[in-house]
């Protein structure tokens, strides 16, 4: 059995340390802009990464369009199709997702869910964001540079990244983007200390590491992940910096530019890859394992029933960030390397695959037999489900090294990795929004609008990636500006292409639906009280609602359970609070 | 209700579509029918896990969705069921690796046989090279690129004067015959992709790569570039015409001119 105190309570440990001094806020400035409160900050992490998203959904727009229906807008030419493609991968995986699951979630949820008062370094949580929109600002800056930004597809290879064939190679966009991805790092850096460190550190008495719940088990374990993988990052930043600017060779070999001889040689255009991909697998995980921890607690709480294997399911995320370091070259098979290190990486790459097959069973498991209230998080977290299923099996073709070579560089790969690192997460990003926005603002966010952009975005996005498999099993590769005549392709196929591209455009424009409601809601929603969803987890606890800086009013909650007491037999309600000592004695949503 | 239904209906949806819309792979032509094979075998397994899980879920939503007076089963864990399912994964998974770790292992093993052929990629055009009646190519180097010798093959190496080139034109291939592309490139990555052979590798300046593979039927087919390198990228096209035996060395013999050492001849 799992440390679930029903009758008996461990002791409680005193208290080690007196309750922290926070700074408090003595102007709207320190309040709201230059705020220290990791609450503000998760807000402002959100709000940045939520437009950054929308930016980024235009250009799918944009590339669509051109896929969808070649040659008939004029302003899309090559140069803007790759710029366009390569801002909008770049802006997802680092500045919406990351910056989304960690910066916002963790920082919203982190303190909250562990009983803390705040983070354990909020100067350096302040600076992290602000360190954070300053990438974003030189990343967007580059639109206006001259020559635009890069656009040398978000693998940023080398050589090509730095060449003049490709757009921005020679002008400001990859020097932009370089600079900003390390104006980034150095400020996730900062806040990835902040969130492994307060799990760590500040968790409130009784919280043992095997109570927590598994939200933060998932962005405490990507934070730790983030920060051991995105060195890698920053130091192929570098390198290919020293390459553009000081004419080094890391990564160039003697090569020709057009006819002309470059003044290069003895450099590894495969030693880039091999460092970006350090970063790059686990970064799948970063933004994996957060909607991981989320989903399962959006699960538990909405089938009202605990969730099912919870050791094994932080094994299980455990597992799966050790071996999400040791799987990154499966990126690379056709990618000339050593061919025999192919046997090593599949090999770990499927291996991968059976923590992952626990967790789904695990969430699945954990709606048998529940009390399913099919509200809108619980909605999103099935679709999160099925489109995660989805996207994961694809991953056993593109994993397993010789399958992977028919499909590698196709739109297969596209549709796979979309479905699973960018549709699941996101899905699982707005059920969570769905979720805590009442303990954010106080407020529910209507439910219709919220049906409404749950269908839309949830069938449409898998009409949009689904199909999508077959024109890369087909053979049509990624990232062709236009598919051109291919003699294996038939006609229907660029039917299909134009299909995808109407759904997408509906999909995005249901987006604008969510934006609405999370305004007018602000004001208009339902009240929602401390704890609407009836949930266990602390943040639900709070003495008052939106929880003001500090979190806890006087005294800091004390843990006696884990985060799963729902549904418990003899309860006289069907959730029992982490902070509830005994079964008995519930009445009712805990502090008003 | 309607959301177990809907979930039935992605189910029923997906299959269908999996069996009945008109785009699959284009026919193969190469000996790699042994790929095609295990995305077959992968396609089974990972199509019943995925029928069998939503399914699964759409049950529940339907069988445990919240009515007046329903109690959530409270049950943190079994051992016994949670022991069940990953090694039930664990198998399913060993049987897509291993058919494909044994293809692999064929994949990077190149028959003694082998005709080296030459492919070299650049911004953004293929060129080839094949080696004369000597079987051998000789060596070359990106820095002695120049007008007259654009594959920067050795001037010194007796084994280049007999290499027929061939810049921006067709590859021909005898049918039947193993081949070893030998895989180049002058500036950026390239990669040389045939649909038709299922065979895929990058070109990576500075290094030697390889791929090889056998075309099992003539025919013509298209090369394609898939490893994005710069605004030329989808304009990167080759032909690789596959033919009989002997049309081919007729065709071969027919390139006398076009030899590297009349090219690009040493004294210069």
């Known amino acids: 059995m799992v440390d679930v105190p029903l009758g008996h309570v461990g002791p409680i440990p005193g208290a080690d340390i007196e309750d922290v001094e926070l700074y408090h806020p003595h102007s709207w400035i320190t309040k709201y802009v230059f705020a220290q409160d990791a609450k503000v900050i998760a807000i402002q992490y959100s709000l940045t990464a939520l437009s950054v998203g929308l930016i980024a959904l235009v250009l799918s727009w944009l590339m669509r369009l051109q896929l969808g229906f070649p040659g008939v807008f004029s302003f899309i030419d090559a140069n803007a199709y790759y710029q366009f493609i390569t801002m909008h991968g770049m802006m997802m995986v680092v500045y919406v997702l990351t910056a989304l699951f960690l910066g916002g979630f963790g920082n919203y949820l982190i303190p909250l869910m562990v009983g803390a008062r705040d983070m354990v370094f909020p100067y350096v949580n302040m600076l992290s964001f602000w360190v954070y929109c300053l990438a974003v600002l030189i990343l967007v800056a580059s639109f206006f540079a001259p020559g635009g930004p890069t656009g040398a597809g978000w693998t940023l290879y080398p050589p090509q990244a730095i060449l003049s064939g490709t757009p921005g190679g020679q002008d400001w966009g990859i020097i932009l983007m370089l600079v900003s991805l390390m104006i980034f790092i150095i400020g996730f850096t900062m806040g990835g200390l902040n969130y492994v460190v307060t799990v760590l550190q500040a968790r409130a008495r009784g919280m043992t590491l095997m109570r927590m719940p598994l939200t933060v088990w998932g962005i405490f374990t990507a934070s730790f992940m983030a920060l051991l993988a995105f060195p890698a990052l920053f130091v192929g930043c570098v390198m290919m910096m020293f390459d553009r600017i000081f004419g080094t060779s890391f990564f160039l070999p003697a090569i020709v530019e057009m006819g002309q001889p470059l003044e290069r040689s003895g450099g590894s255009p495969l030693l880039f890859q091999h460092l970006f991909w350090f970063f790059g697998h686990p970064e799948v995980y970063i933004v994996a394992l957060p909607a991981f921890g989320i989903v399962s607690d959006l699960i538990s709480t909405h089938a009202r029933r605990n969730i099912f294997g919870y050791r094994m399911m932080v094994w299980a995320l455990l597992a799966i960030g050790a071996l999400s370091f040791v799987v990154w070259a499966h990126h690379m098979y056709v990618s000339g390397m050593n061919p025999y290190f192919g046997f090593f990486f599949a090999t770990t790459t499927l291996i991968i695959a059976i923590p992952t097959a626990i967790k789904v069973y695990n969430w699945i498991l954990t709606l048998w037999r529940g009390n399913i209230h099919l509200t809108v998080p619980m909605l999103f977290a099935l679709a999160f489900i099925v489109t995660f299923v989805n996207g994961g099996l694809t991953g056993l073709f593109l994993g397993n090294v010789v399958v992977d070579v028919p499909l590698s560089d196709t739109m297969f790969v596209v549709a796979h990795f979309h479905m699973v690192m960018g549709v699941a997460p996101i899905l699982v990003i707005f059920g969570a929004i769905y979720h805590w926005y009442p303990k954010v603002t106080g407020r529910m966010l209507n439910d219709t609008l919220g049906k409404l952009h749950f269908w839309v975005t949830f069938l449409g996005a898998y009409a949009i990636f689904f199909p999508m498999h077959y024109l890369g099993l087909m053979g049509v590769p990624r990232r062709y500006y236009e598919m051109g005549e291919m003699s294996f392709v038939p006609p229907s196929a660029h039917t299909l292409n134009a299909f995808i591209t109407i759904v997408a455009l509906i999909v995005g424009a249901t987006q604008l639906v969510f934006v609405f409601n999370l305004f007018w809601s602000l004001r208009h929603g339902k009240v929602a009280g401390g704890n609407p969803w009836r949930a266990t987890t602390l943040e639900w606890q709070t003495p008052e609602t939106p929880p003001p800086h500090g979190n806890w009013g006087k005294e800091p909650p004390v843990v006696y359970r884990w985060a799963y007491d729902y549904s418990v037999p003899g309860a006289m309600e069907d959730f029992l609070p982490q902070n509830q000592p005994s079964a008995q004695t519930v009445s009712g949503g805990a502090h008003g | ?268």
């Open chain 2, 1 to 268: 209700m309607a959301v177990a239904l809907i979930l039935v209906l992605i189910v029923v949806g997906s299959v269908a579509f999996h069996l009945l819309s008109p785009w699959w792979w284009t026919p193969i032509a190469s000996n790699w029918a042994y790929i095609d094979s295990t995305i077959v075998i992968t396609f089974w397994i990972t199509g019943a896990v995925f029928v069998a899980v939503v399914l699964f879920m759409a049950y529940c939503v339907y069988r445990f969705r919240h009515q007046p007076g329903r109690q959530a089963h409270y049950e943190p864990e079994s051992k016994r069921l949670e022991l069940w399912l990953t090694l039930v994964t664990g198998i399913g998974v060993a049987a897509m690796l291993t058919p494909g770790l044994f293809v692999w292992r064929q994949f990077i093993t190149v028959p003694q046989d082998a005709t080296d052929v030459e492919i070299l990629g650049q911004q953004w055009q293929w060129s080839f090279r094949l080696p004369g009646p000597d079987g051998k190519l000789g060596t070359s180097d990106i820095r002695l690129v120049s007008p007259d010798n654009p594959l920067g093959i050795s001037r010194e190496d007796p084994n280049s004067q007999d290499d027929v080139i061939i810049e921006g034109g067709e590859l021909r291939l005898p049918v039947g015959r193993p081949i070893k592309a030998l895989l180049r490139s002058a500036d950026v990555i390239h990669d040389f992709y045939i649909p038709e052979m299922r065979a895929k590798m990058d070109l990576v300046p500075g290094q030697i790569s390889y791929i090889w593979f056998t075309p099992t039927r003539t025919g013509t087919f298209e090369i394609l570039c898939a490893e994005l390198c710069g605004i030329g990228h989808p304009q990167m096209r080759g032909t690789v015409i596959v033919q009989e035996q002997k049309d081919y060395q007729a065709w071969l013999q027919a390139q006398a001119s076009r030899t590297f050492a009349r090219l690009t001849p040493a004294a210069q």
